[in-house]
């Protein structure tokens, strides 16, 4: 079974510094994707970047990007240029290939992230 | 058209009372899913409909009850819930994995959030 830790207690960053949100996991597939996804308080699950497990790059998406660490089996997401905006709870989640119709995505506990004017 | 709607966005309902949550979808995704999540917690995966299928109940209270129309729209039958059931429900889709292909995220909507008085 797959498994995403995220163990961060609640972050604080100062508005246009960056952040580094901690994220690692566990499957013995060798095909999976990672995801992050960003809630704020208003609902609605925001899909932010997406890393494959045989992508030779990270993946970068404006000012997200995906410090991926096959080795170490972890999957850091870097916010450069914090806005107040970004407050908000972080997700991280994975979903393995299946070998049957479909397959779960299978999320973190989540990190709280303010940011600081 | 990229977008999972969810409606209502707020609903207030008594215990004998029976309501419907409603999620519709236009980007072609043949697999839909139903979460529930309390506050700061991540979402707990309820139902999912493969090509409008039941394919994934986890154990869920009778009391819900999930219907998938058509492969546009899910459906959330409420009846005689708990207090305890109250919660925002979130609705995503997503396209089934093929292997050999992109392992693609969830589409989520905006949520419910529900009241149980």
């Known amino acids: 079974a797959q498994k995403i830790t995220q163990t961060q207690p609640g972050m604080f960053v100062q508005e246009k510094e960056a952040v580094t949100l901690d994220c690692t996991y566990d499957?013995?597939?060798?095909?999976?994707?990672l995801f992050w996804y960003k809630q704020p308080s208003s609902g609605e699950m925001i899909f932010l970047i997406y890393?494959?497990?045989?992508?030779?790059q990270n993946a970068t998406e404006g000012r997200y990007s995906l410090n991926f660490q096959k080795a170490r089996k972890s999957a850091n997401l870097v916010i450069s240029a914090s806005q107040l905006g970004d407050s908000a709870m972080y997700f991280c989640?994975?979903?393995?290939?299946?070998?049957?119709?479909?397959?779960?995505?299978?999320f973190g506990k989540g990190i709280t992230l303010s940011v600081r004017p | 058209d990229t977008e999972v709607t969810q409606t209502p966005k707020h609903l207030v309902m008594g215990m004998t009372n029976k309501k419907s949550l409603k999620c519709e979808q236009h980007?072609?995704?043949?697999?839909m899913y139903w979460y529930k999540q309390k506050a700061k917690k991540p979402p707990e995966l309820m139902f999912v409909y493969s090509y409008e299928k039941l394919s994934i109940n986890e154990s869920v209270p009778s009391r819900f009850s999930p219907e998938c129309p058509n492969s546009s729209l899910l459906n959330l039958h409420l009846h005689a819930l708990q207090p305890e059931d109250s919660a925002l429900y979130l609705c995503?889709?997503?396209?089934?994995?093929?292997?050999?292909?992109?392992?693609?995220?969830?589409?989520f909507g905006s949520g419910t959030r529900l009241t149980v008085v």
């Open positions: 980007m072609g995704h043949r697999a």
């Open positions: 890393q494959g497990s045989y992508d030779q």
């Open positions: 499957t013995s597939d060798p095909s999976y994707g």
């Open positions: 995503a889709s997503s396209q089934i994995l093929s292997r050999g292909h992109l392992i693609y995220g969830y589409t």
């Open positions: 989640a994975m979903r393995i290939m299946p070998t049957g119709a479909n397959s779960k995505l299978t």
